[in-house]
């Protein structure tokens, strides 16, 4: 079991900047992933960022996001930060972390996924 808490959502002016921080406890050396994740209203939750766990080798970000945004694993502490600048209207959403843990059922890979609660992000002037 994995738990998740995010804290930093807030309003901010078109942009402007924001750190959303999630703090990580549980079953820490079977996660293989850790992300972020956003769902606006009326639409569906879509990735923002994903990062390799524990080496952080591997970090995919989302076409809308990449040079704005940057996520921040701290190992030694297990959290997960996402710096985001020059924040958009668009980018207005429920922010949530995501924690994954994947393993194999014969050819099949299966992904057993943990989420926070989310923050809201509001981008507005």
């Known amino acids: 079991q994995v738990q998740l808490v995010e804290s930093g959502g807030g309003l901010v002016q078109p942009g402007g900047s924001l750190r959303l921080s999630c703090a990580a406890s549980?079953?820490?050396?079977?996660?293989?992933?850790m992300g972020w994740y956003r769902q606006a209203p009326g639409k569906e939750r879509e990735l923002v960022a994903q990062?390799?766990?524990?080496?952080?080798?591997?970090?995919n970000y989302a076409g809308s996001v990449k040079g704005r945004f940057t996520v921040i694993r701290d190992n030694a502490k297990n959290t997960l930060d996402l710096d985001m600048n020059t924040l958009q209207p668009e980018d207005t959403a429920v922010y949530f972390c995501?924690?994954?843990?994947?393993?194999?059922?014969?050819?099949?890979?299966?992904?057993?996924?943990?989420w926070g609660q989310g923050t809201q992000v509001t981008v507005s002037s």
């Open positions: 995501n924690a994954a843990i994947f393993s194999m059922a014969g050819a099949k890979m299966n992904r057993e996924n943990y």
């Open positions: 549980g079953s820490m050396d079977s996660i293989n992933a």
């Open positions: 990062i390799q766990v524990p080496n952080g080798t591997i970090t």
